[in-house]
C-alpha cells in the first residue's frame, strides 16, 4: 500500500469529479487509478465515492476525509522538503492560488515571475476571480482577497492597503464639468464596478454626503479593467483602485477628481487554510508576498 498516493489520487479525483480527468491529470493510467481508489476504500473500510458514468461524487463520508487527506499530504510534503534546515531542498508539486485579477496583473506580477524562478520544478496554477472561492472544497492552496477576513477557518497576513481613486478623462469633464463635492456625483455619468461590492452607494463621503452617495450611470460592470477602459474612453467617473489607474494617472490619461474626499481603502491579505503546519510550498509564496508587497 502507498499511502501517500492513495491520498493523492483520492484528493484529485474530488476535485476533478471525474476519474479520467483526474487520471490525466495525474499522468495515469485510469485503471491504476481506480485500483488505488479501490486500495484505500478497502482500507478505510467505507465508500469515498459514489460512481456514475460520466461523473464521480464525494460520499458523506469522502467529503469528511477530504480535509483530512489534504492535510495529510500536506504534512508529508513539509516533512520531506524539511531535510535541509538551510531551506535550500528544491520545492516541488502544485501550488494554486487565486486572487482578483487586477491583483495578478497589477500587483502580483513581479513576484510571481521571481517565484518562478527561484523555484523552477514548481508548477504554478493561477485562477483569477473575484469570488471567494472555498479553497480547501476547491482545491486551491492560498489566495490573495481584499477586505476584512472574517472566516475563522483561515490563517490571513495583511501585505498593505489599497486606496481607491476617482478618475475620469479631461475631456469628460471639460463636457460634463468638474465635480467639487462628492453630492455633485448624483449628476454624473458613473461607471459602477460591482466587483468591490459597493455597487450604486459609493463610500464617498465629505459634509455634503456625510453617509456616501447613491450613484448611477449606463454601465455596470463586475472587473476594474473594464471599468478602467470605459473611464478611458471618456464614457463617464470610475471609482477604482489606485493600481489600476496609477499609470493614466501619470500619462495624465485619466484624472483625479474629489481628492479631498474621504474615499475606500482595502486591506489585501495573503489567506490561507489554518492548520498547525503551513505547507512549505504556501510558505514560500507567502514570505515571497510578504517580502516584495508588506512595506
Known sequence: MNLERELEVFVTVAEEGSLVSAA????????????????????????????TTRAVSLTPFGE?????????????????????????????GKLRVTAPDFVFRRVLTDVITEF???HPDLKL????????????REGFDAALRIGPMKDSSMKAKKLLSIKTRLVATQAYLNRRSTPHVAADLKQHECIIDTAPGYFNNW?????????GVAVSGQFVVNDGELAAELA?????????????????LGSGQLVSVLD?????????HFVFPASRHIDPKVKAFKD?????LCL
Open 24 to 51: 490525466r491529470r495525474l499522468k495515469i493510467p485510469t485503471s491504476t487509478l481506480s485500483r488505488y481508489l479501490k486500495t484505500l476504500e478497502d482500507w478505510c473500510g467505507a465508500s469515498l465515492f459514489v460512481r
Open 64 to 92: 469528511a476525509q477530504l480535509d483530512r487527506a489534504r492535510s495529510i499530504l500536506s504534512l508529508t510534503s513539509e516533512f520531506q522538503n524539511s531535510g535541509s534546515s538551510s531551506g535550500s531542498a528544491p520545492l516541488k
Open 116 to 118: 518562478s524562478i527561484e
Open 125 to 136: 496554477e493561477f485562477v483569477a476571480t473575484d469570488r471567494a472561492v472555498d479553497l480547501v
Open 203 to 211: 463610500p464617498i463621503k465629505d459634509t455634503s454626503a456625510t453617509r
Open 232 to 248: 478611458r474612453a471618456g464614457r463617464g467617473i470610475a471609482l477604482l483602485p489606485e493600481t489600476i489607474v496609477e499609470k493614466d
Open 260 to 268: 479631498g474626499a474621504s474615499r475606500p481603502e482595502s486591506d489585501l
Open 288 to 292: 515571497a508576498c510578504v517580502t516584495a
